[in-house]
């Protein structure tokens, strides 16, 4: 999305840096969430054949160590051999009409398409930490692995000044742990996008049998667990227990909760291998009836 020359693009020059100076707060670590990492890709596929990158920012919620980045948006920028602009007055009205739909999540930083950090990447870098003052802004690179000689992947980094008098384009990226994080109900999503062969004739009991066996198979590994620790062969972990007990405890003290739980889940499935067998055979018979 190139920036028209009518536009109210704001163009990022070497200015010195503002009496606030470098923001003391930094954070160590970064979690990203899938709907922000699919908001950079739909950007990415949408952009001009002329631009060699695209730009956005990120929003999300942030700690004292840790930033977590749940949605992002696009921010409409051009770049030259002479210089960079950002259309600031999009990226605040953006940013307004984001708060009203989520008010809990603020400006965390901004990402970029590529793997390549120069003297613009730390200018807008600058812009964006003066956006999260007192706090540091993050960058978030992803590699869309289209170029070749290149793996897809995702990283983030905090900027650091360089030199005794220090410039907005002087800055090092110092790259900071990155982990993608995701709530349990996007879970079915992300397994059919990470599935080879994704099949689109799925139905809904085959999803649900799907989610059965899993389910199976990670009951399956806390019983050999719980067995191994009760032989002797390992050494259990207090916390794990905890947890189990906090998980499996309760359903079992509360009136046969998680019995009663278990029953439900196997008569679902029960019922919907009889509706199935049921459509089966009376198919089967409307084609003996029309022979």
């Known amino acids: 999305m190139p920036i028209r020359s009518s ?14 100076g470098v923001p003391s707060t930094r954070p160590t670590s970064l979690t990203i969430h899938p709907s922000a990492l699919f908001s950079i890709l739909d950007h990415y596929l949408r952009r001009t054949d002329a631009q060699h990158r695209v730009i956005g920012t990120l929003l999300g919620t942030r700690t004292d160590s840790t930033v977590d980045v749940k949605s992002a948006f696009a921010v409409l920028h051009s770049e030259t051999d002479e210089q960079v602009a950002v259309d600031m007055d999009y990226h605040r009205a953006m940013y307004d009409l984001c708060t009203r739909v989520r008010p809990n999540e603020t400006i965390v ?7 390549d950090l120069n003297t613009y990447s730390a200018l807008i870098q600058n812009f964006y930490s003066q956006e999260t003052a007192p706090n540091q802004a993050v960058h978030v690179a992803l590699d869309t692995g289209t170029e070749e000689g290149k793996g897809a992947g ?27 994080r995701f709530h349990e109900a996007e879970r079915s999503g992300l397994d059919l996008l990470l599935s080879s062969n994704p099949s689109s004739n799925q139905t809904d009991l085959d999803v649900l049998a799907s989610s059965l066996t899993d389910v199976q198979n990670m009951l399956n590994r806390v019983l050999a667990y719980v067995q191994s620790v009760l032989r002797g062969e390992v050494v259990g972990d207090k916390a794990v227990g905890r947890y189990l007990m906090d998980v499996l405890g309760t359903g079992v003290e509360e009136d046969g909760g998680w019995t009663a739980g278990l029953q439900d889940t196997l008569m679902v499935t029960y019922l919907a291998n009889l509706v199935r067998s049921q459509a089966e055979v009376s198919a089967r018979l409307a084609l003996t009836t029309a022979a």
């Open 109 to 115: 930083g901004w990402y970029s398409t590529g793997s």
């Open 7 to 20: 536009s109210s693009a704001a163009y990022i020059h070497s200015t010195p840096p503002n009496s606030n």
């Open 154 to 180: 995702v990283k983030a980094y905090v900027s650091s000044p360089v030199g005794i008098f220090p410039k907005p384009e002087n800055c090092v990226f110092v790259p900071i742990p990155c982990e993608l």
